[in-house]
T-cell receptor
């Protein structure tokens, strides 16, 4: 089935540092790819998505490009803030655009002042 | 528009008991999915309801069951609770039953089984 593999955390960065969180996927066809974020004590929020190869999703300064050649969907941000501290999940639906989502294990990010 | 709301926010149960968790979907959404998130892990899909019918199920035993009501709100029931059922239970609603549609999550119910 479709699955994602995320880099292990935790990731600790100083404010204004550059962020990359790696995500690679295994998929049948070309499903949509998602990044969700979970702030402490809260549910998940959609951060960005890309629906086809070479698409770039972006939101709140975060970006991720759907790379078919490398089967990757890495999350990047040029300058992180303390408020970006959260857990980030890469996700995709099961084969045949099936219901629900398969999530990675999550990458915890801590940004220090 | 109101978002996805879940109740209760926290719950403590004893092994062997039964529990019911509730979810109100976002206005206009006819699909509700339930996930279990163990500590330090990503959410695992339990099942999905679309227009009051179960539309798909993950790798969870039959003691995990659910309902969806005509207003598209939903319940998750777990019978014969086990210690490993301790987790954050997340409900997500969406406008479509396909996984390519954005899902909106509630804040979750933290279940502790002792």
């Amino acid at each position: 089935g479709n699955s994602v593999t995320q880099m292990e955390g935790p990731v600790t960065l100083s404010e204004e540092a550059f962020l990359t969180i790696n995500c690679t996927y295994t998929a049948t066809g070309y499903p949509s790819l998602f990044w969700y974020v979970q702030y402490p004590g809260e549910g998940l929020q959609l951060l960005l998505k890309a629906t086809k190869a070479d698409d770039k999703g972006s939101n709140k300064g975060f970006e991720a490009t759907y790379r078919k050649e490398t089967t990757s969907f890495h999350l990047e941000k040029g300058s992180v803030q303390v408020s970006d501290s959260a857990v980030y999940f890469c996700a995709l639906p099961p084969p045949n655009s099936g219901y629900a989502l398969n999530f990675g294990k999550g990458t915890s990010l801590l940004v220090t002042p | 528009e109101t978002g996805v709301t879940q109740s209760p926010t926290h719950l403590i149960k004893t092994r062997g008991q039964q529990v019911t968790l509730r979810c109100s979907s976002q206005s206009g959404h006819n699909t509700v999915s339930w996930y279990q998130q163990a500590l330090g892990q990503g959410p695992q899909f339990i099942f999905q309801y679309y227009r009051e019918e179960e539309n798909g199920r993950g790798n969870f035993p039959p003691r995990f069951s659910g309902l969806q009501f005509p207003n598209y709100s939903s319940e998750l029931n777990v019978n014969a609770l086990e210690l490993d059922d301790s987790a954050l239970y997340l409900c997500a609603s969406s406008q479509s039953r396909t996984g390519n549609t954005e899902a909106f999550f509630g804040q979750g119910t933290r279940l502790t089984v002792v």
